[in-house]
Structures are given as structure tokens and as C-alpha cells.
């Protein structure tokens, strides 16, 4: 028991490290507390002492100190809550911020090890759960001392009352600390299923089109019933245990103290006590075991919480296939050559690149072309480092991307998705969360072309974005999103499917600002479009994961069988 709390103890401590100093004027009020604690009692003794045996005005200055006590308790109780809600509201935002770094780095796997509904439930749920872990930790070890002390003063009076509290302390603190671990082995199953639900209802909330039009609720439905039944059995056997703790076991308590009350009538019968000692030793057993009580209730409250600690952790000490060694002095430096050698890659166990080479200039206007599930969005996600090849290297400007500091990568590299996101938020703030100069905003703007429509608008640049950008059209969202990638100042621009479902003129317009930023910049496209191929540069015919092609459209149309089929279909 102690040595599984030590190890919680620990783990907890070296994830707050940060903003452990702040619970220093904690743990001295908290101390404080308790010493006080102890004191009431042999205060209320001897004044019930005093009264019985006629010392009045002796006792009115012991009722005098203990009103002194009361107050002092109240103000150390006030300087603790003060003090802890201080720590947790800085701790809060320390685990919240560290949880939310960890997360950039995650490669495309992660939810193989860590789902999204786990994420969210420990980024919501188990950071506010694990706020009282300190407390309870210091609690634990303030009582502890409360009851050796407690028990000390038992055995000075009777070696057999202390004996017998001694042995009824330690089986009902076994006892419990048994159905507290059986509870917390149900909470985790619980919470489990809880991640599931959460993640069915995320995905519904994705997909609810498809599932209202293709009728998919039965199924769905039928899923979330599993679910709710697997969470409602996990959840009734953990009260079970906590029933068990909470309310049964207290019979040992009751017990304990019918058999004190014995010895106080046998003792007091026989003039061996007085009504004062009584009261102390009484006062004193209430104080012993609901101390224990406590410690158990504290102890249960720590087993549960170790359960979002260790969830927490699972997140933190998640690692990508990549390593982070050589660092990019300065991204004006970079020529943005890439380079793919030999790169064979497999996703669950399917091979989807199979020993690829090309390699792709900078300041050109490259496009990756071949039939859906050829590959390209594969080549993608690896330039993105959001996989890592099986084998063969991925340069850039002859470094292996992998061995590069994922904060230097990101600023060389940017992406504009065929599916583009955009936050519930104003169009200047989405530019903010890129680059902050309003001037360079404006000029990016008009550089492509969209800064006329926003200037339309009726508050500009001020104008809110519905979820999902549904106050936009998808060229304009389009547009909106090339802008914010050129604010990266990125060297290497990747561009997938950014003209797929826009109408030709939008579709041309696109295309000369992809010729314009290929000026200066490493330009690489996925695209159908054929338009978009005859004016490429280079182009990068894939074919069930293989390279069978590359070249210009002219050459390619001439020599290459696969670029011929591709231009040849509707």
C-alpha cells in the first residue's frame, strides 16, 4: 500500500515540478491545521476537568484560549483554501500548455496508441481530476502523524486499548485499501468506455451527413448501446466496491468504540479514570478513526486519480518514429531541394511505396500525378513527418528530414489541404495565428487575389467565420488558405487537390499564383487536373506505389504509357 502510493507520489510530483514551490505555503498552514487539530480535544478535557471539580475561573481562561484556537483554525483553514486554489489555478494552464505541445509533435499514428476521445476526455476531464492529488498526498501524511500520536497517547494510558485500536486501525486500512484498489481497477474500464462514446460522438459529429443520408443511425446506434451497457457495468461494480468501503466496513469503527465505552463505565466503576480522561479518549478514538476514514477516502481519491495521471502520461511520453538532432541555423538559408532515396513504406503492413527515387528542385512548380491510391498522399504525409519510411531517407537540401528539429521543419514546410480547415474565428485572426503584420496580411492577400472579397464584406477583415467556413465559397476558402501558408514564410509549399471542385476560372487563377510562388519558392502539387499538368514544370507519375514516370508534359505524353492513360480520362 505505502510503496504503491510512494511510486503515485512521485510520478505526480515530477509532472507539477514546475509549480511545486507554490504549495509550500500549503503544506505550513495544512500543518498547522492539524497540530491544532490535536489540541481542541485535551483543551475540551481539561475544561470539563476544571468545571467538575469546582475551578471556574480557571476554567473560563482555558475557554478563553480555546475560542483563541478556533479562530486561529478558521484562519489557517481560510490560508490553505487560498493558497490551493492559487497552485491549481497555475498548474492548470502548466499541464494544459505541456498537453497541447505534445500534441504538435504527434506523428499521423497516434491514435493507434492514444484514440481522440481519450485525448479530449484527459485534456477536459483528467487535468481537473488530478487537481486534488497534492492535497490528498499531504493530507495522507498529516493524519498519519495525527494517528501515531493519537495512538501514543493511548497506549500511555492502556496498553490494551492501545493494542486493540492498533489491530481494529490496521484491518479495517487493509480492508479498504483493497476495495479501493478493486474501485479504481473499474474507474479505469469506466473511463475507458467513457473515451469510446466520446469518440463515436465525435465521428457522428464528422459524418452526421453521410450517416442522415445513407441511413447509417441503426448501426451507429447500435454501437453506442454496446458502449453505454459496457460503461454501466463498469460503473455499477466500482460502487459496489465503494459501497463496500464506504458504508460496511465502518461497522469495525462502531465495534471499536462500543468496546472503549465498556472499558470507560469498567474503569470509571472501579475510580481508575476521570469524566475528563473520557472525553479525551473518546474524542481522541473519534479523531483516530476519522483520520483513518480520511486516509482511505484520500487514498481511494488518489487510486482514482491515478488513473487520469497515468492517462495524462500515456500522452506526454508518446513518441514519433522520428529523432530531432540538427537544427536549421536560419529558413532564409534553405534552397528547398528534396530529395526521396530508395523510400519503401507500409501502412498496417500494406505496402503503399515500394523503393520510390526522384528528386524534386526548388524555385519549380512540381506535380505528383497518378490514380487515387497510387501513393501521393503518402509522399505527402511523409515530406510532413507524420509517418517515417520503413526504409530509405527523405532529404532536404541534403539532411535527412527525420534527424531535423521538428520546430525548424515546420517553418520550411507548409501544407494546403484539398478539405481546408478554418477556425470559428474572424479572417484576421486566422491570418493572426500565422503572422501578425496586418501590412504583410494585406499584401498577401492581394498578391492572390482575395483581398477585394474581403474588403466586400461588411466588417472585412473583422468578418467571422461559421464552422466549417460555410460563409464561404469553396474557391474563396481556397484562396483564403493559400494565403494563410504563404504567411508562414515557408521555403517548401505543398499543395493537395487545391483546385478539385472550382470552377475553371477560380481553377486558372490558382494555377498562376502556384506558377508565380514556384518563382521562389519548392512547389509540389497533387492534382487530377490537366490543365495543371501541361503547365508543371516536372511532373511525378506514381503507379501502385512505384515511380513510372517523370518529366515534362511534353516528353511524358510522348514516352510514358501511365501519364498517356492519365490524360486520356475524363
Known sequence: MIKDNIYIFKRYYSLIKEDRSKLIP???????????????????????DLITNGYYNT??????????????????????????????????????KKIVDKIYTFDYDYQKTIPKGRIINSINMDLIDISEMADN???????????????????????????????????????????????????DVQIGWSDKLLGLLSEVLSGLKDILSLNFTKGINHKFGVYRRNWQKAYITKRKYMIIQKCILKGIIYLGKVLLFIYSIFSISKGNISIGLIILLVSYYDNFFNSTIEIMDKEA?????????????????????????LCINKVDDVNGVIEFKKVNFSYEKIPTLKNISFVVESNCLTVLAGKAGSGKTTIFNLLLRLWSPNSGYILLDGNNINTLKREDYSKVISIVNQDTFMFNLSIRENLNLVNKDHTFQKEVCKKIGIHDFIMSLDKGYDTILDENSTNLSGGQKRLLSLARVLLTGSKVLLFDEVTSSLDPKTTNSIIDILLDLSNDHTVIVITHKKELMKRADKLIIINKGRKVGEGNHTDLIRKNMYYKRLQNRK
Request: net charge positive; hydrophobic share 50%; with cysteine.
Open 301 to 325: 481519491s488518489i487510486e482514482d486519480e491515478n488513473v487520469s495521471l497515468l492517462r495524462i502520461y500515456k500522452i506526454l511520453e508518446y513518441k514519433s518514429d522520428t529523432t530531432n538532432s
Open 137 to 187: 498526498f499531504y493530507g495522507i501524511i498529516t493524519r498519519s502523524l495525527k494517528i501515531i500520536i493519537i495512538l501514543i497517547c493511548f497506549f500511555i494510558n492502556s496498553y490494551i486499548v492501545g493494542i486493540g485500536i492498533l489491530l481494529l486501525g490496521i484491518i479495517y486500512l487493509l480492508s479498504s485499501h483493497y476495495m479501493n484498489k478493486k474501485s479504481a481497477y473499474y474507474l
Open 59 to 96: 476554567a473560563i481562561y482555558y475557554v478563553i484560549i480555546l475560542t483563541i484556537i478556533y479562530i486561529l483554525s478558521m484562519f489557517l483553514s481560510t490560508i490553505d483554501c487560498i493558497t490551493y486554489s492559487r497552485f491549481l489555478k497555475y498548474n492548470y494552464v502548466t499541464l494544459h
Open 26 to 48: 500549503f503544506y505550513i498552514t495544512a500543518l498547522f491545521s492539524n497540530i491544532l487539530d490535536l489540541v481542541i480535544p485535551f483543551i475540551i478535557s481539561r475544561v470539563l
